[in-house]
């Protein structure tokens, strides 16, 4: 889908959905499932094992849910949400990334930004029944000194910590 208010939704195994366009919208589900979106207000949203979910524009908004789900979104108070084991947020770009928002809540998930936006991580811990839990989650801004820019950070023992 292409043009102002363009909107695109795709479903199914392998799915793909792309749209250009100011306040576009884009969003796929399935396994492998991948959305795109491009435009001022831009939304992406993909769900489905391995999804992968990327948005660029001002106030850019990306969500993936998924095993090993990514999300990637690229502008002024952009958004990136990846809920899903060893799932990935990033926010990138210079100036534009300031104020944005890395959010990755499932199990061994990382996230990284540019300088002054936000990372929330979760941290989890296994049973002796081999069951997950959620023990914590915090937010830290990237300052450039404690929190690096450009760098994948995961919550281990109560503390952010470049990820391996």
């Known amino acids: 889908s292409t043009g ?17 366009g100011d306040r576009a919208a884009s969003q796929s589900t399935g396994d492998r499932a991948a959305s795109q979106s491009t435009g001022y207000q831009a939304a992406s949203q993909s769900t489905g094992d391995q999804a992968a979910s990327q948005s660029t524009g001002d106030q850019a908004a ?7 789900a990514a999300s990637q979104s690229t502008g002024y108070w952009a958004a990136a949400l990846a ?10 770009g210079d100036e534009k990334g300031s104020e ?3 959010i990755s809540l499932g199990i061994k998930g990382k996230a990284k ?14 049973d002796e029944q081999s069951n997950w839990h959620r023990v914590d989650v915090q937010t830290k801004k990237v300052d450039g000194k404690e929190i690096k820019a ?11 910590m470049e990820a391996e």
């Open 100 to 102: 944005g928002c890395a």
């Open 83 to 92: 809920n899903g084991n060893y799932g990935e947020a990033k926010i990138s």
């Open 113 to 126: 930004g540019s300088n002054g936006c936000w990372l929330t991580l979760a941290e989890w811990e296994e």
């Open 4 to 20: 102002d208010q363009a909107a695109s939704q795709s479903t199914g195994y392998r799915a793909a959905s792309q749209s250009t």
């Open 150 to 160: 450009d760098v994948w950070y995961q919550l281990k023992e109560g503390k952010f």
């Open 62 to 68: 990306s969500q993936s849910t998924g095993y090993r």
